[in-house]
């Protein structure tokens, strides 16, 4: 059921560019593997993933395989779901040197292991709960300080610019980090599309939060829908990327399809998914983890290894993917993007503005 | 019960007990620990001890509520697997997680609260093991009962562990604090009880 409702992408929105027949095929074979996967592993399992969703329905969600065999059959849920999503190739995109000599971590890990909450609260959720989710047609707003306030759709923004390669880290501010190979386009391109007036120092980042296929927003976790910012300078850094693919393929709904933030320089919750609005604003704009708990997070949030979290060690990160052994790697000032960052913040004190 | 029901019951433990490890091995060895396997474990090998925490503190209530006594044999056994659990957790922690990295964990006990609470759970259960033995029982006599009193506390700490864990969605550790709450009510409530009936009868008399 996941996987015939995940292929129901309106055909009419695809370019016939975008789909190679291999990948067609691939997904049929998916397909075929996943029901075996469900005939092996049988009514207990899709009982089990059964009572997960109704209990993310009822708006709670639970640890995941803490106590009982879950892990098992949620590691086979998430290749289900991992298998489920149609994979879809971004046929023109140019490498850039951004991330030479990065190893990326493994497809299946960057799109089984998300927060999220907009999908339930484990890390897995995203990628089994965001099945219903629709990520095109998709058309973003753009509102506020700005010369063309207009609604823009997916298509259209995804030609802004050329599209690239930037292979990225990706740190979480819970201390765990990845290597991603996203696909996007410099949000500078956007905003000099829109021509913001004199009076837009900052940009606002709405995401969707539609509860019909949003099972997370349907418990107050968090002040829906999920609200991010950056200050102009920080939009307008070459750095900062539209996102709207990651391994050559379109965004698959876990990690934020259609299009989603990706600063590399500061901590993940930054990076807003699926964004729905975009709005050019004087007032440095209140954000969501922020009005959660001011004490925890900053609406600057860059990666600073100097500035403690009450949770969290920030001087160290657990790179996903290096295994039960694979212990920790010191923390990088700006996760290690300083020399095409670090001026923008020059004579801060990073201490109070984290 | 007889002595050997009693044994049965107890090497029925030691298998259940053991399920657990023997899950995250077989997990391990089948590489389906997820994205972030230490992660994994650290929260497995926590939550177990904490279910082993609160199996151990109910065999008393138990009491209370049916009058059964024999399950009152089993907590020695089911403690010591609370402890054996802890002890996973936090080598886990120590050396998974931190990798040994022992400047980092300095800051990391010390700075975040949560880790700091867990730390002295861990540290209270070290001298309630170590005079889990007879020997140690007889020896300290009334002290050994002031002495595992602590528990309570340990219990305590350990849920506020959890509590502080999560970011946002507190719902799986609330449902450890209201089982826990619920074996202090009864405990209370019995006390009370005794206490009032006790007072009855001095009075009576």
């Not at chain 1, 292991?113 to 890390?123: Q, R, S, V």
């Not at chain 2, 199996?55 to 010591?80: D, E, F, H, K, Y």
């Not at chain 2, 826990?180 to 009855?200: C, D, E, H, P, W």
């Amino acid at each position: 059921m996941i996987i015939l409702s995940k292929s129901a992408i309106n055909p009419s929105n695809i370019q016939p560019s975008e789909i190679t027949a291999r990948e067609v095929f691939d997904n049929r074979r998916g397909f075929i593997k996943a029901a075996g996967y469900g005939l092996v592993a049988g009514s207990a399992l899709l009982l089990s993933a059964k009572a997960r969703a109704a209990s993310v329905a009822g708006g709670t969600t639970e640890g995941d395989g803490r106590l009982l065999g879950r892990a098992n059959a949620s590691a086979k849920v998430d290749k289900l779901a991992a298998n489920a999503g149609t994979r879809i190739k971004i046929s023109n995109y140019k490498k850039t040197a951004y991330g030479a000599g990065e190893k990326p971590t493994k497809y299946e890990d960057v799109t089984t292991y998300n927060n999220y909450y907009e999908f339930g609260t484990d890390k897995s959720d995203p990628a089994k709960y965001s099945s219903q989710f629709k990520a095109r047609p998709w058309a973003i707003s753009i509102e506020g300080e700005v010369k063309k306030a207009k609604t823009i759709s997916i298509d259209e923004l995804m030609k802004l610019a050329p599209l690239e390669e930037r292979i990225y880290r990706h740190r979480c501010v819970e201390a765990w980090s990845m290597v991603v190979p996203w696909v996007g386009l410099p949000l500078a391109s956007l905003v000099k599309w829109a021509e913001p007036t004199g009076n837009a120092k900052f940009i606002e980042f709405i995401s969707a939060n539609d509860p019909q296929t949003m099972p997370g927003v349907r418990s107050p976790i968090l002040d829906w829908p999920y609200t991010e910012g950056l200050r102009i300078d920080e939009a307008n850094n070459p750095l900062t990327l539209l996102a709207v693919g990651l391994y050559g393929e379109l965004l698959q709904n876990q990690n934020g399809a259609p299009v989603r933030l990706v600063m590399p320089w500061k901590y993940g919750f930054k990076g807003g998914k699926s964004i729905v609005k975009i709005r050019f604003v004087e007032k440095m704009p209140l954000t969501t983890w922020v009005k959660s708990g001011p004490n925890e997070y900053g609406f600057y949030a860059n990666v600073n290894p100097n500035v403690d979290h009450p949770r969290w060690t920030q001087s160290s990160e657990r790179p996903i993917g290096t295994g039960l052994f694979g212990g920790r790697v010191k923390t990088r000032m700006f996760n290690g993007y300083t020399e095409q960052v670090g001026q923008m913040y020059a004579g801060m004190d990073l201490f109070n503005n984290f | 019960m007889n002595k050997q029901q009693i044994l049965y019951v107890k090497v029925a433990v030691w298998v259940l007990a053991l399920l657990p490890l023997v899950r995250l091995i077989w997990l391990g060895f089948n590489d389906n620990l997820g994205a972030n396997p230490i992660e994994f474990v650290e929260h497995s090998t926590g939550t177990w001890a904490l279910v082993f925490l609160l199996i151990t503190l109910s065999m008393t209530p138990i009491r209370q509520l049916t009058g059964l006594v024999w399950q009152i044999q089993l907590r020695r056994l089911l403690g010591l697997f609370m402890f054996f659990y802890a002890c996973l957790h936090i080598t886990t922690y120590v050396w998974l997680d931190f990798a040994l990295m022992w400047d980092e964990l300095l800051i990391d006990v010390t700075k975040h609260p949560r880790i700091l609470v867990g730390f002295a759970a861990f540290l209270l259960t070290i001298p309630l093991a170590a005079t889990s033995n007879s020997y140690m029982i007889k020896r300290l006599k009334t002290n050994w009962k002031k002495l595992h009193q602590l528990v309570y506390l340990i219990a305590i700490l350990a849920v506020v562990h959890f509590l502080m864990l999560v970011k946002k969605d507190l719902t799986e550790p609330i449902y450890y604090a209201i089982a826990l709450v619920l074996l202090f009510g009864i405990r209370l409530y019995y006390k009370f009880q005794t206490n009032s009936k006790a007072m009855l009868k001095a009075k009576a008399m």
